[in-house]
């Protein structure tokens, strides 16, 4: 500690940034080494301090702090940042990758010729930049516009500050609005909760406060109960009970209930809302009652419209394809074949080997006979590839069915575009969400017969709504439950547990080093985590021969703790892939060989929420990132690098819908907020060859008696009942008899 100075006293530093040691996403905190003017050794500043960069000149206000492992560090509180101004400190910042297109080598090139005037170069002359050999009109142009953005952000972020916003959070408004940042946000505060995402509700409101707006003003209560409602969307409603309601957007409004209830018969009346009575009165943001209304209507055109294929004996069929595929069915496999074929909308669930991939193989043979107009989709990519190994035909994702729409927004295929298909099935049903259940089925053609398989008794879908549910709940569709395990499945003993998981009975622990499914027992969450590096790393592979990272995934329900998804990735990622040389970006590490995850759809590089690919390549120099998914490279700018995490570990949710030779699943107490039986019983039928349960009997046992699906309000049923029946029209007929 420097002599004078103790820790907790405040304090200001300055000097310049030497290096990034660490950042997380967002900019939430950052450690970076300071360089002190006339001092020898490096300061250690952490804190809050988004998008600075190597060669800067910070100012920083803070407390100095003794760090148990890492000794003396300064605790940033508030610091501004200047541009460097020597030519060292210059060429630090520009090869800190702060401009696009500007690696170590140009700004090499870039400060060599222009010196300390470097930055007034790129600031009021940036076209003489065609004076360094090398740089062409368009990454020219790049570099400009980079720039640009990175004086107006700190532009933003001192506007900010006046109102208590973080440089983090004022980086995120920023990305959201660009250069109307500052004009957006004294217009209408209130937006940043509905349109930044990770800015909530109280953020948003201390601004508007200190802007002026009334704590009981029409603008603030109504963006409060918004808000609210898109949270609860969140949590899976697409709707909510008034009843309930006003209790937490009173306790987040702090306002009289009266006043909220006054400003919900406003926004219903404005149609900003929806109310309407299920149980008791609810109400709906207004595109969610759109889309439960018209999945009602779609599904009754679908019902009541004349279909392609011709009518035949459906028994006749069944039969004939048994001898065909070399099959004998079960007699609840047959009935569902037979209601496949006759029905115009039919759904089929059931577990695992109770046939649904039998039953669609057998419902895919007879249809290609009467049309070769069919199409298979799911709702992920991996469900998809999966979809198209079982019944070895084309199946693609729903986004990529409906054709993304680039720039209109939204899907190609609708209404006015129809999917041209005499049969559609969409497998892992469960997984779709009430917005695509709408885009969906707004695309399928009158004359369509539609199929649905999936496990309702999984976890329902990540996004609002419980559309299958729903849709069998409603009896207007007809629906085959499958119970019978399948006799080639019955010898499975993940098979047999899941079944026994789902029906609230303990699975059976067995001792016998050739089963297909294990339990180790573990007490500590550290433990259970050695346990898991070292069947993966070495028991598995050696016992099993799978590959440690291409045949085995490590499922945890959790993404925090030591056996959480993050702390189990970052361990397997240094046993199995370890690399002297990494890529550090937004808090991330990056190796080559790396095990990785999209975590959003990106409709333009063609990759969806779920994929799982390997790094192959990261050019340093031009700033490129590529990752082989499937066989199929894909590039990555480092400024899109928060689309990917590692994948080594991943979430139960993220991987449900897909497969793999072998799980591993941590279960332990300490997840009990996520201990329920669907959970566990999703996780363990990830497993194809075997499973393993690293954790304790009371963590199984808890999950397993916790039945309790969280109660999701949706008004699909009552929406589905209410539909007006359309009339068949004569223009049915005539697509009818013209095919």
Same mark, same amino acid.
């Given at each position: 500690?420097?002599?004078?100075?103790?820790?907790?006293?405040?304090?200001?530093?300055?000097?310049?940034?030497?290096?990034?040691?660490?950042?997380?996403?967002?900019? !939430?905190?950052?450690?970076?080494?300071?360089?002190?003017? *006339?001092?020898?050794?490096?300061?250690?500043?952490?804190?809050?301090?988004?998008?600075?960069?190597?060669?800067?000149?910070?100012?920083?206000?803070? &407390?100095?702090?003794?760090?148990?492992?890492?000794?003396?560090?300064?605790?940033?509180?508030?610091?501004?940042?200047?541009?460097?101004?020597?030519?060292?400190? #210059?060429?630090?910042?520009?090869?800190?990758?702060?401009?696009?297109?500007?690696?170590?080598?140009?700004?090499?090139?870039?400060?060599?010729?222009?010196?300390?005037?470097?930055?007034?170069?790129?600031?009021?002359?940036?076209?003489?930049?065609?004076?360094?050999?090398?740089?062409?009109?368009?990454?020219?142009?790049?570099?400009?516009?980079?720039?640009?953005?990175?004086?107006?952000?700190?532009?933003?972020?001192?506007?900010?500050?006046?109102?208590?916003? =973080?440089?983090?959070?004022?980086?995120?408004?920023?990305?959201?609005?660009?250069?109307?940042?500052?004009?957006?946000?004294?217009?209408?505060?209130?937006?940043? @909760?509905?349109?930044?995402?990770?800015?909530?509700?109280?953020?948003?409101? =201390?601004?508007?406060?200190?802007?002026?707006?009334?704590?009981?003003?029409?603008?603030?209560?109504?963006?409060? #109960?918004?808000?609210?409602?898109?949270?609860?969307?969140?949590?899976?409603?697409?709707?909510?009970?008034?009843?309930?309601?006003?209790?937490? @957007?009173?306790?987040?409004?702090?306002?009289?209930?009266?006043?909220?209830?006054?400003?919900?018969?406003?926004?219903?009346?404005?149609?900003?809302?929806?109310?309407?009575?299920?149980?008791?009165?609810?109400?709906?943001?207004?595109?969610?009652?759109?889309?439960?209304?018209?999945?009602?209507?779609?599904?009754?055109?679908?019902?009541?419209?004349?279909?392609? #294929?011709?009518?035949?004996?459906?028994?006749?069929?069944?039969?004939?394809?048994?001898?065909?595929?070399?099959?004998?069915?079960?007699? /609840?496999?047959?009935?569902?074949?037979?209601?496949?074929?006759?029905?115009?909308?039919?759904?089929?669930?059931?577990?695992?080997? &109770?046939?649904?991939? &039998?039953?669609? !193989?057998?419902?895919?043979?007879?249809?290609?006979?009467?049309?070769?107009?069919?199409?298979?989709?799911?709702?992920?990519?991996?469900?998809?590839?999966?979809?198209?190994?079982?019944?070895?035909? !084309?199946?693609?994702?729903?986004?990529?069915?409906?054709?993304?729409?680039?720039?209109?927004?939204?899907?190609?295929?609708?209404?006015?575009?129809?999917?041209?298909?005499?049969? $559609?099935?969409?497998?892992?049903?469960?997984?779709?969400d009430t917005p695509l259940l709408f885009h969906l089925l707004r695309a399928i053609p009158n004359r369509a017969r539609v199929l649905f398989v999936g496990d309702i008794d999984q976890l329902p879908s990540v996004g609002p709504g419980t559309v299958l549910r729903d849709l069998i709940a409603s009896g207007l569709i007809g629906v085959t439950c499958l119970t019978e395990?399948?006799? /080639?499945?019955?010898?499975?003993?993940?098979?047999?547990?899941?079944?026994?998981?789902?029906?609230?009975?303990?699975?059976?622990?067995?001792?016998?080093?050739?089963?297909?499914?294990?339990?180790?027992?573990?007490?500590?969450?550290?433990? $259970?985590?050695?346990?898991?590096?070292?069947?993966?790393?070495?028991?598995?592979?050696?016992?099993?021969?799978?590959?440690?990272?291409?045949?085995?995934?490590?499922?945890?329900?959790?993404?925090?703790?030591?056996?959480?998804?993050?702390?189990?990735?970052?361990?397997? /990622?240094?046993?199995?892939?370890?690399?002297?040389?990494?890529?550090?970006?937004? %808090?991330? *590490?990056?190796?080559? %060989?790396?095990?990785?995850?999209?975590?959003?759809?990106?409709?333009?590089?063609?990759?969806?929420?779920?994929?799982?690919?390997?790094?192959?390549?990261?050019?340093?120099?031009?700033?490129?990132?590529? +990752?082989?998914?499937?066989?199929?490279?894909?590039?990555?700018?480092?400024?899109?690098?928060?689309?990917?995490?590692?994948?080594?570990?991943? =979430?139960?949710?993220?991987?449900?819908?897909?497969?793999?030779?072998?799980?591993?699943?941590?279960?332990?107490? =300490?997840?009990?907020?996520?201990?329920?039986?669907?959970?566990?019983?999703?996780?363990?039928?990830?497993?194809?060859?075997?499973?393993?349960? +690293?954790?304790?009997?009371?963590?199984?046992?808890? @999950? #397993?008696?916790?039945?309790?699906?969280?109660?999701?309000? &949706?008004?699909?049923?009552?929406?589905?009942?209410?539909?007006? +029946?359309?009339?068949?029209?004569?223009?049915?007929?005539?697509?009818?008899?013209?095919?």
């Open positions: 500690m420097l002599e004078g100075m103790t820790a907790g006293t405040p304090d200001q530093i300055r000097g310049s940034i030497d290096s990034v040691v660490y950042a997380q996403p967002e900019g !939430n905190f950052t450690v970076a080494r300071l360089k002190e003017p *006339k001092k020898k050794d490096l300061t250690i500043i952490v804190g809050a301090l988004p998008s600075v960069q190597p060669g800067e000149t910070v100012v920083c206000q803070g &407390t100095w702090k003794i760090h148990p492992t890492y000794g003396r560090q300064f605790e940033v509180t508030e610091y501004t940042v200047e541009q460097p101004s020597d030519v060292m400190g #210059i060429q630090k910042y520009l090869e800190s990758g702060v401009i696009k297109g500007i690696g170590p080598m140009y700004a090499e090139k870039i400060v060599a010729r222009f010196g300390a005037d470097t930055l007034e170069v790129l600031d009021k002359a940036p076209h003489r930049l065609r004076e360094i050999e090398g740089l062409g009109k368009k990454k020219i142009e790049n570099i400009k516009a980079c720039w640009k953005a990175q004086q107006s952000v700190r532009n933003v972020m001192l506007f900010l500050r006046t109102y208590g916003v =973080s440089p983090g959070f004022a980086q995120k408004i920023y990305k959201a609005f660009g250069e109307e940042s500052i004009e957006k946000v004294k217009a209408n505060p209130y937006h940043l @909760a509905k349109e930044v995402h990770g800015i909530g509700f109280k953020m948003a409101d =201390s601004i508007a406060l200190k802007l002026g707006y009334p704590l009981q003003s029409s603008e603030r209560i109504g963006a409060g #109960i918004e808000h609210v409602l898109w949270e609860l969307s969140n949590e899976g409603h697409t709707c909510y009970s008034v009843r309930e309601f006003l209790p937490l @957007a009173q306790a987040m409004l702090q306002v009289d209930e009266a006043l909220i209830q006054k400003e919900i018969e406003r926004l219903v009346a404005e149609k900003v809302l929806i109310s309407d009575v299920l149980q008791e009165k609810c109400i709906w943001l207004g595109p969610f009652w759109s889309y439960e209304q018209g999945i009602a209507k779609d599904v009754q055109r679908l019902l009541t419209s004349l279909q392609a #294929i011709r009518a035949i004996d459906a028994e006749k069929a069944a039969d004939w394809v048994q001898g065909q595929l070399n099959i004998q069915f079960a007699f /609840q496999q047959k009935r569902a074949v037979i209601a496949a074929l006759t029905d115009k909308v039919h759904i089929i669930t059931g577990g695992p080997g &109770t046939g649904k991939s &039998t039953i669609t !193989n057998s419902i895919l043979t007879i249809t290609s006979k009467l049309t070769d107009k069919v199409l298979l989709a799911a709702p992920t990519g991996r469900a998809a590839k999966r979809l198209s190994q079982i019944t070895r035909r !084309n199946a693609l994702t729903i986004h990529a069915l409906l054709e993304m729409n680039f720039e209109a927004g939204g899907f190609k295929r609708g209404k006015e575009n129809p999917l041209d298909c005499d049969l $559609i099935v969409i497998d892992e049903a469960s997984m779709i395990i399948f006799r /080639q499945a019955k010898g499975s003993k993940i098979i047999t547990n899941a079944h026994k998981i789902n029906q609230g009975e303990f699975p059976e622990i067995y001792t016998d080093p050739k089963s297909d499914f294990h339990f180790i027992e573990a007490e500590v969450p550290e433990a $259970i985590q050695q346990i898991i590096l070292q069947l993966v790393a070495e028991e598995i592979p050696k016992t099993w021969k799978f590959h440690p990272t291409e045949e085995i995934q490590v499922l945890s329900p959790m993404k925090r703790g030591a056996i959480g998804v993050e702390m189990l990735n970052d361990a397997l /990622q240094t046993l199995l892939n370890p690399s002297s040389k990494a890529l550090l970006r937004a %808090g991330k *590490k990056f190796c080559t %060989g790396d095990k990785v995850m999209q975590i959003k759809n990106d409709y333009d590089k063609k990759i969806y929420n779920g994929d799982i690919g390997r790094v192959t390549t990261i050019d340093l120099q031009e700033e490129l990132l590529t +990752v082989d998914f499937d066989g199929r490279p894909v590039e990555y700018d480092f400024s899109e690098l928060e689309e990917l995490v590692l994948a080594y570990a991943c =979430s139960i949710h993220k991987f449900q819908g897909s497969e793999c030779p072998c799980v591993v699943i941590p279960i332990h107490t =300490s997840h009990f907020k996520l201990l329920q039986r669907n959970l566990l019983y999703t996780g363990v039928t990830r497993g194809k060859r075997q499973v393993y349960l +690293v954790g304790t009997k009371k963590a199984i046992a808890l @999950a #397993i008696h916790n039945d309790q699906v969280q109660k999701r309000y &949706t008004g699909l049923i009552k929406a589905l009942k209410n539909a007006p +029946v359309p009339a068949i029209q004569n223009a049915l007929q005539l697509d009818f008899n013209s095919l």
